[in-house]
């Protein structure tokens, strides 16, 4: 094995604090990227539902005053 210890993988002779990070951030991004299109998706669809809901309420609501009338 390369390292010793963990603590010696962790502090990778004075440079583990910036190849944590970077792979922190790197791990970070890659969430962001995957989540992203899903949580857009969900938020789409809500607002299509929604969407749907209001134009089916007014279709009944114009439909109602003039079947009763006719």
Do not use: C, K
Request: charged letters at 20%.
């Amino acid at each position: 094995m390369y390292f010793d210890s963990f603590h010696a993988a962790l502090v990778m002779d004075g440079h583990g604090a910036f190849v944590w990070a970077a792979y922190a951030i790197t791990a970070m991004v890659l969430i962001i990227l995957l989540l992203t299109p899903v949580l857009r998706s969900r938020r789409l669809r809500r607002e299509l539902a929604g969407e749907i809901r209001r134009r089916e309420m007014t279709q009944t609501g114009r439909e109602g005053p003039h079947a009763s009338s006719t």
